[in-house]
């Protein structure tokens, strides 16, 4: 089971924002983080709980071991406002945190 | 490109059948396993399943076990999943998506919405 958090957040452009989630056991690292806009696919930032996606900018991050992890976008862009979900891929079934809504301030 | 192209919007009635393809270009298809997620409106993502390409059984979350069953068709490179006894809480958008040697899912379809109503 994943728990993210906060389940929203204002924040404002340039912001920085971090978000959590929390495994209730250890995922040795095998998470994920996507970003999802209305009405569009989710789209891949982070995986192996740190590694940068291709394409991805520089102001996304990931940290974490064992059962806790974040996301931290350092300097919050227009384009960064959506909805964002931590999965854990290492046991079966594969699960999602219940995702954490950015919105503008 | 690594693409995955889903079957268009289906709408059906309560207790019916509904099968949504998913069909891989621009890698090799048995290389990656292919897994399905729905999205309810205004809800998160949910994972229903996974399925080797190129066969073997597949792993379903429990909540579907016995009422979903996954395919793979490696002649025309396409995934599908059938979901049986339709009842609006299927009502949600439909996900194929792509485990690379990743922890992760890098490449989604493009989601197809499936309308339970009477």
């Known amino acids: 089971q994943l728990t993210q958090s906060p389940s929203s957040l204002s924040a404002s452009v340039r912001d920085r924002v971090t978000i959590t989630c929390r495994a209730s056991?250890?995922?040795?690292?095998?998470l994920a983080w996507y970003q999802q806009k209305p009405g569009k696919v989710p789209k891949l930032l982070i995986y192996?709980?740190?590694t940068v996606q291709n394409g991805v900018p520089s102001r996304f991050s990931g940290s974490g071991s064992g059962t806790d992890f974040t996301l931290t976008i350092s300097s919050l862009q227009p384009e960064d406002f959506a909805t964002y979900y931590c999965q854990q891929l290492n046991t079966y079934p594969i699960t999602f945190g219940q995702g954490t809504r950015l919105e503008i301030k | 490109q690594v693409l995955l192209v889903q079957s268009g919007a289906e709408v059906k009635r309560p207790g019916a059948s509904v099968r949504v393809s998913c069909k891989a270009s621009g890698y090799t298809f048995g290389d990656h396993y292919i897994q399905w997620v729905r999205q309810a409106p205004g809800q998160g993502l949910e994972w229903m399943g996974v399925i080797n390409p190129l066969g073997g059984r597949p792993s379903y979350a429990q909540k579907f076990q016995g009422r979903v069953t996954m395919t793979s068709d490696t002649s025309t490179s396409t995934i599908y999943m059938e979901m049986r006894s339709l009842t609006s809480e299927d009502t949600a958008v439909y996900f194929c998506?792509?485990?690379?040697?990743?922890?992760?899912?890098?490449?989604w379809g493009q989601g197809t919405m499936v309308t339970v109503s009477s």
């Open positions: 192996d709980g740190s």
């Open positions: 056991q250890g995922i040795n690292s095998r």
């Open positions: 998506a792509r485990l690379p040697g990743i922890y992760a899912f890098d490449v």
